[in-house]
């Protein structure tokens, strides 16, 4: 079972950028996909980016496409979200998530929480105007 953190979470102006992280423990990290996800006050959680096991694959929500950028690095067992250009509707907690496979857009759309293989606890992600 691998067990996620989250961290890198802060407040942040308007135009400006933030670094998550998420640190995987457990010895299959790199067998995983991974995907981040976001819940904004009084909304549900929508997903926000996935990567596939080897990194070679990504794919964003269209609200994040071209200023968030997903990554991995597997020998820290760590997951990355680089989040640029942060608008004040981008403020949410902020979870990683450890993915049974890599979703097809289709997919995504019936996505449930529980579908997941494991989620971090989240980090808030706040952005002023």
């Known amino acids: 079972q691998v067990q996620l953190v989250e961290s890198g979470g802060g407040l942040v102006q308007a135009g400006g950028s933030l670094r998550l992280s998420c640190a995987a423990s457990?010895?299959?990290?790199?067998?995983?996909?991974m995907g981040w996800f976001r819940q904004a006050p009084g909304k549900e959680r929508e997903f926000v980016a996935q990567?596939?096991?080897?990194?070679?694959?990504?794919y964003y929500a269209d609200s994040v496409k071209g200023r968030f950028t997903i990554s991995r690095d597997n020998a820290k067992k760590t997951m990355y979200l680089q989040m640029n250009s942060l608008k004040p509707e981008d403020t949410a907690v902020y979870y990683c998530?450890?993915?049974?496979?890599?979703?097809?857009?289709?997919?995504?759309?019936?996505?449930?929480?529980?579908?997941?293989?494991?989620w971090g606890q989240g980090t808030q992600a706040t952005v002023s105007s």
């Open positions: 998530a450890a993915l049974a496979k890599f979703y097809s857009d289709y997919d995504l759309r019936s996505f449930r929480s529980t579908d997941a293989v494991s």
């Open positions: 457990g010895y299959t990290f790199s067998s995983y996909a």
């Open positions: 990567i596939s096991w080897s990194g070679a694959n990504t």
